[in-house]
Nanobody, 125 residues
Framework: QVQLVESGGGLVQVGGSLRLSCAAS????????MGWFRQAPGKEREFVAH????????YYEDSVKGRFTISRDNAKNTVYLQMNSLKREDTAVYFC??????????????????WGQGTQVNVSS
């Protein structure tokens, strides 16, 4: 089992940047695949990015490709989401999630059993 705590959210202007962090507890963090999801008011939770346990496989949702970068530091039990060129439509609560299996389903929230509490990102014009 793993516990996840996100941080780094806040208010930023359009075109600005933020870096989200997700700190994981437990000694087996390096064995988990990690994902970032977001949920805007009145909308379903949606996939943002995924990174495999080794960092060798990375996937992004189309609207964030070229703007967001997911990375991980297994020595620090932390996964990051660097968000650049932020848009108003990026406003949401951002969640990190963990799963022990790889393969298909990386973009599906129900395939992740472990979740953080979320961190709010607000992008204003």
């Amino acid at each position: 089992q793993v516990q996840l705590v996100e941080s780094g959210g806040g208010l930023v202007q359009v075109g600005g940047s933020l870096r989200l962090s997700c700190a994981a507890s437990g000694r087996t963090f390096s064995s988990y695949c990690m994902g970032w999801f977001r949920q805007a008011p009145g909308k379903e939770r949606e996939f943002v990015a995924h990174i495999s346990w080794s960092g060798a496989r990375i996937y992004y949702e189309d609207s964030v490709k070229g703007r967001f970068t997911i990375s991980r530091d297994n020595a620090k039990n932390t996964v990051y989401l660097q968000m650049n060129s932020l848009k108003r439509e990026d406003t949401a609560v951002y969640f990190c999630a963990a799963r022990s299996n790889g393969g298909t389903g990386y973009d599906t929230a129900r395939s992740y059993p472990y979740w953080g509490q979320g961190t709010q990102v607000n992008v204003s014009s």
